[in-house]
């Protein structure tokens, strides 16, 4: 994209542009623009007249097509939409019209998660099986972005049909962690990770039932919200557990994912679940960026959840600088242990018991566009990474999960997690639990994801939010090291708490950096 005065107020508003780099009169790159923007620098952008929806999305579509196939090859990108600038250009046409009649997520590009149904693009899970399958109707959380304004860009890799944390599929295959291009950007979403991280979008979508929103955004120094279960509708989302999966936000700051759970929480009632949130959503969640909003918090640092070899102490070197800095913020931090964790959280998982329903359900809403009908007919097709063979067979072998007593153990077992969970925090007055999401750093490529610690929100419903901690120490694959997340869970509906939490530490601790493998552009 060419030269553009436009772009300098935005400039100065994302801190790309330091006070005296240039004199006012020389001309601003779209291109320096994009990498760190956030919806409220956009937005003032667009308000004062100084950048349109089409240069906005232009400089995203420079950005993918210069990084994620040539120079660093981050391969975090499935399809482009091909209607994105015809629908920037609409958006265009009706801000010029009524501008006060704009929507919260005005031309803000998302980049979706693969395993989100679009009416518009085919929703693939990753699988070469799908890669054709155009949904009938846009997820429900789709839905709700188009409207408030949000533009789908492009729709990103993942871990195939989201099982597992290495984010390799068959249509896909393996993307790259933009800090670190010889490892995985963690997973099962860590397309949109690496999308978001590298600046092709401003806002992006995971879904997580092991620790898939939170793993990506430990990995990649970004924001990831896990949201009570109730909260936000999993409907028309390629499916594993409908007890376990959830769908979130992966953004750069914590401001943009309180707008992006502002727009995607609500009631569907083909998620009968969410009747449950209606009356926990607040008007806004914007409401709880209190740059303060550690003074006076007691938060428990969970010691079970910090590795104890040499392996993990680049990680516990930053959760300890983490908790430093929340202390030095007025954050009482309280070293807690869960009597008995280990055996609470062995075997919990009920995903297996549940996986066949809930895709043969979802290809069966696909009606006659399905490309196979069954879990059975996936398999037989053999399209799919090798790797999750044993899995898939091991799943379509539960003729009656739903009925397996192991399966309704595993669901009392749940609630066993849940008590002791609410306990340690009674005791302690507590408001929320921390602890590093990952005891090391996210592995090389080729390698199978360890150590993740996503189980306590998993196996409880309850709440967490992955945000930056910081860096392990530079190296010649990473030069500015490699991103380590700290993460924060509460109680049913406390996404308040965390998100206010979660502020107040990015705002005094400034942790985030962009990755230096996708610079701004030079044209």
């Known amino acids: 994209m060419k030269n553009n005065n436009a772009f300098f107020l935005l400039l100065l508003m994302t801190g790309m542009l330091a006070a005296g780099q240039r004199e006012a009169s020389r001309p601003a790159r779209a291109s320096d623009l994009v990498p760190e923007a956030t919806i409220r620098s956009t937005h003032a952008a667009f308000a004062a007249g100084q950048v349109t929806c089409v240069q906005l999305v232009q400089a995203y579509l420079n950005r993918i097509e ?75 959380v789709v839905k709700r972005l188009r409207e408030a304004g949000a533009l789908i860009l492009a729709k990103a890799n993942l871990m195939e049909l989201a099982r597992g944390g290495t984010t390799f599929s068959s249509l896909g295959g393996q993307t790259r962690n933009p800090y670190d291009l010889t490892r995985t950007p963690g997973g099962s979403s860590g397309g949109t990770g690496a999308a978001i991280a590298a600046g092709f979008g401003i806002i ?63 009631y569907d009632p083909a ?112 399209e799919f990474q090798s790797s999750l063979k044993a899995e898939l067979e091991a799943d379509q072998s539960i003729v009656n999960g739903l009925n397996d007593p192991e399966y309704k153990s595993r669901l009392l077992r749940r609630n066993d997690l849940r008590q002791a969970v609410m ?17 090391r750093l996210v592995v090389p490529i080729g390698e199978d994801q360890v150590d993740r610690n996503g189980v306590l929100s998993n196996s409880t419903g309850f709440p967490a939010i992955a945000f930056p901690g910081g860096f392990s120490s ?3 694959s990473a030069p500015v090291g490699v991103p380590v997340g700290i993460e924060l869970l509460g109680p049913d509906w406390s996404e308040p708490v965390l998100i ?11 942790i985030r950096k962009p990755p230096a493998s996708t610079p701004p552009l030079n044209r």
């Open 66 to 140: 210069a990084f994620d196939h040539t120079g660093p090859a981050l391969n975090a990108i499935i399809t482009i939409n091909p209607k994105a600038l015809e629908t920037a250009a609409e958006m265009d046409r009706l801000s010029a019209a009524n501008r006060s009649a704009l929507r919260p997520l005005h031309c803000i590009p998302v980049i979706l998660k693969d395993n989100y149904d679009t009416a518009d693009m085919p929703t693939t899970g990753g699988s070469l099986t799908l890669a054709e399958s155009v949904p009938l109707q846009d997820a429900f």
């Open 271 to 382: 998620d009968p679940i969410t009747a449950f949130g209606v009356p926990r959503i607040p008007r806004t969640y914007t409401a709880f960026l209190d740059r303060d909003g550690l003074k006076g918090a007691r938060i428990g640092v969970l010691m079970d959840f910090f590795g104890q070899d040499q392996v993990h102490q680049e990680v516990n070197s930053v959760a300890e600088s983490a908790i430093r800095k929340m202390t030095e913020a007025g954050a009482t931090m309280i070293r807690i242990s869960i009597p008995n964790l280990a055996a609470l959280t062995r075997n919990i998982q009920v995903s297996q018991f549940e996986s066949r329903i809930a895709f043969n359900d979802y290809l069966a809403r696909l009606g006659p566009r399905a490309p196979v009908k069954t879990l059975a007919e996936f398999i037989a097709r053999g």
């Open 500 to 510: 206010k939490l979660a502020y107040a530490f990015e705002q005094v601790a400034r």
């Open 423 to 439: 306990t340690i925090m009674a005791q302690n007055k507590l408001d929320a639990i921390l602890y590093p999401h990952q005891r």
């Open 474 to 476: 530079p190296t010649s």
């Open 204 to 266: 992006g979508t995971g879904s997580d039932t092991g620790q898939s929103i939170r793993s990506p955004a430990s990995a990649q120094s970004l924001v990831g919200l896990r949201p009570t279960r109730g909260l936000i509708s999993r409907s028309g989302i390629i499916p594993v557990s409908s007890t376990q999966d959830e769908a979130g936000p992966i953004t750069r700051t914590v401001e943009d994912a309180a707008h992006t759970l502002d727009a995607i929480a609500g």
